[in-house]
């Protein structure tokens, strides 16, 4: 996403033909523009995959989880979040819990959540991956792509630009 373009604008472009998502994410990362091709997982409150996810390489991605808006311990910390940065991923968007926000506020990655905890959460390898998630008045699938600034949070099946 050029940095000359927003949601906004893409919105404005394309809004009959993408997703909004409800405005309930908080920004964590220090990039606050990103975009990516979607990378889905759907768990509660165990983060195991989260971590095996963010291990491999993220080049152009984005990783939404689905953590069922749990705010009883944090989906993502600084060692996590640092993963993501090592392999490449473009940003992570939770919706649940993070930690270390004063760390994650440093690394260079977009990150949103819908709030911070201190509690880490289980690590019984549950959850799934590469399916359909439903929240915050959206469908997100596998392979579509997210675009994110300080305005908020668009989901659409193709990758979109506009013309200057």
Not at 43 to 53: A, G, S
Not at 77 to 90: C, R
Not at 100 to 112: E, M, S, Y
Not at 115 to 123: E, R, Y
């Amino acid at each position: 996403m050029p940095a000359n373009v927003s949601t906004a604008d893409l919105y404005d472009a394309y809004g009959a033909n993408i997703q909004v998502l409800s405005p309930i994410f908080k920004e964590y990362g220090a990039i606050k523009q990103f975009c990516g091709e979607i990378i889905t997982l759907k768990l509660f409150e165990d983060n195991t995959l989260v971590r095996q996810t963010l291990s491999l390489s993220g080049k152009g991605k984005v990783l939404v989880v689905d953590g069922g808006g749990s705010l009883r311990c944090a989906l993502l910390g600084d060692n996590i979040a640092q993963l993501a940065v090592d392999n490449q991923w473009n940003g992570i968007v939770i919706y649940g819990c993070v930690r270390d926000v004063k760390i994650l506020t440093t690394l260079p990655i977009g990150i949103k959540a819908i709030n911070n905890i201190p509690i880490k959460s289980v690590k019984r390898n549950e959850g799934q991956s590469g399916i359909n998630l439903n929240f915050a008045n959206a469908t997100i699938k596998e392979g579509d792509y997210l675009y994110a600034d300080e305005d908020g949070i668009i989901i659409s099946d193709t990758p979109l630009s506009l013309r200057t």
